[in-house]
């Protein structure tokens, strides 16, 4: 069975404090990994696509990076509003037309 | 440009009673979705539109649910007998075709009592 599964549940910076958000996937052949923000009360938002091992993608304070079992988005000198819950999904196999999320990570920056 | 607009933002129900959601895509869009994110948890996949084709129904949780999108472009999506464990806020996405970067309506929460 596909599955997603994300680490650490929550998590809380000090602004400025860098760190990492895991996603460790299993899938009957993986066709992309992708990372959305979603803020209280609101959707997801769509950050990045990743494909390959090896893959990185960046975006202001935010790099996404894939290897054959996990990926992992990394923060660097967060600020306040980079807080909110980081949603990662897949898409399993050739074919699908579906994303399975995972259960994501609340992520909280004080100032 | 409007972004994906569902209806209601949120609707409170009594068990038993039936519910209609609506979901209004981002122009131009041919792929439709329709997720529910149950207190604390992620995504899980209920159906998917694309243009014509018949739609991917594998994630309905029962025949209670089900889903239409007329004209490929307004989907609602129905509840018949709602029961308190579909309380839940059920969320909308379009995309051009599937690229996997879906843009997301705001959910519409249902809270059955």
């Known amino acids: 069975e596909d599955q997603v599964t994300q680490s650490p549940e929550a998590l809380r910076l000090q602004e400025g404090e860098s760190s990492s958000l895991n996603c460790s996937y299993t899938?009957?052949?993986?066709?992309?990994l992708f990372w959305y923000r979603q803020d209280p009360g609101k959707g997801p938002e769509f950050l990045f696509t990743?494909?390959?091992a090896g893959e990185e993608k960046e975006k202001e304070r935010l790099k996404a990076t894939l290897t054959k079992k996990e990926s992992f988005l990394h923060i660097t000198a967060p600020k306040p509003e980079d807080s909110a819950t980081y949603l990662c999904?897949?898409?399993?196999?050739?074919?699908?037309?579906?994303?399975?999320f995972g259960q994501g990570t609340r992520l909280t920056i004080n100032p | 440009g409007a972004g994906v607009s569902q209806s209601p933002s949120n609707k409170v129900t009594e068990k038993g009673k039936d519910v209609e959601l609506r979901c209004d895509p981002i122009?131009?869009?041919?792929?439709l979705y329709w997720y529910r994110q149950s207190l604390g948890q992620g995504l899980e996949f209920l159906i998917y539109?694309?243009?014509?084709?018949?739609?991917?129904k594998s994630g309905l949780p029962s025949d209670r649910f089900s889903a239409e999108r007329t004209g490929g472009s307004v989907s609602t999506l129905t509840i018949q007998r709602t029961q308190q464990e579909d309380s839940a806020v059920y969320l909308c996405?379009?995309?051009?075709?599937?690229?996997?970067?879906?843009?997301f309506g705001e959910g519409s929460r249902l809270t059955v009592l």
């Open positions: 899938v009957s052949g993986l066709r992309g």
């Open positions: 996405a379009s995309s051009r075709q599937f690229t996997g970067e879906l843009f």
């Open positions: 122009s131009g869009h041919t792929a």
């Open positions: 990743l494909y390959s």
């Open positions: 539109f694309q243009g014509n084709s018949a739609p991917d």
């Open positions: 999904a897949v898409r399993p196999r050739q074919g699908a037309q579906k994303l399975v």
